[in-house]
Nanobody, 127 residues
Framework: VQLQASGGGSVQAGDSLRLSCAAS????????MAWFRQPPGKERAFVAR????????FYAGSVKGRFTISRDKDKDTMDLQMNNVKPEDTAVYYC?????????????????????WGQGTQVTVSS
């Protein structure tokens, strides 16, 4: 499964941005999917996760209430709506898919839980 993330860019603090993740050449996999981000010089960190049916979502504390993860059946994408962005949201954002159907929520936060990754899209937020 090859994932492609798109929608990144340079915005001002307080703006909104929407990222999308699609599967290259096929339908989006029927797996739980997630967004991670990697700020410059730091490790990749969990942002949000959505179940394969879209009925449950999980968020990092730093983005809860500002970001919304969703699945768009019509466009066949997995999206991240980012509202009220802050300079500390600056990072490369990656989409990922977990093929294990795990319900161990503690594992959701670790990149090793995910087996398929997109190439990343840069988000830069200036103050």
């Amino acid at each position: 499964v090859q994932l492609q993330a798109s929608g990144g860019g340079s915005v001002q603090a307080g703006d909104s941005l929407r990222l999308s993740c699609a599967a290259s050449g096929r339908a989006l996999p029927n797996y739980d999917m997630a967004w991670f981000r990697q700020p410059p010089g730091k490790e990749r960190a969990f942002v949000a996760r959505i179940t394969r049916r879209g009925d449950s979502t999980f968020y990092a504390g730093s983005v809860k209430g500002r970001f919304t993860i969703s699945r768009d059946k019509d466009k066949d994408t997995m999206d991240l709506q980012m509202n009220n962005v802050k300079p500390e949201d600056t990072a490369v954002y990656y989409c990922a898919a977990d093929s294990t159907y795990s319900r161990n929520t503690r594992s959701y936060y670790y990149p090793a839980q995910y087996h398929y990754w997109g190439q990343g899209t840069q988000v830069t937020v200036s103050s």
